[in-house]
């Protein structure tokens, strides 16, 4: 068994972990400037599906505001 009850399903634990380094890797990336130094590249999001990185820009585009925000008080 892989989780730590008897309630978790043995793989139900590492779908979330794949998608969670899928989300800390592509922030990463957006995060480092290597767009910016690479304005052609193409990036893809392959094995965590596409669902979350709407949602995740979204939130990344307002901690940013919130930041730049707090930086100028």
């Known amino acids: 068994m892989s989780g730590n009850s008897k309630l978790i399903p043995p793989l139900g634990n590492k779908r979330f972990a794949l998608k969670l380094r899928m ?42 505001e919130v930041m730049a925000e707090a930086q100028c008080r």
């Open 23 to 64: 989300i800390a890797e592509f922030t990463s990336m957006l995060t480092s400037g290597m767009f910016e130094r690479y304005p052609k590249l193409k990036c893809s999001v392959l094995e965590a599906g596409g669902n979350w990185i709407s949602a995740w820009l979204n939130r990344m585009d307002h901690k940013f």
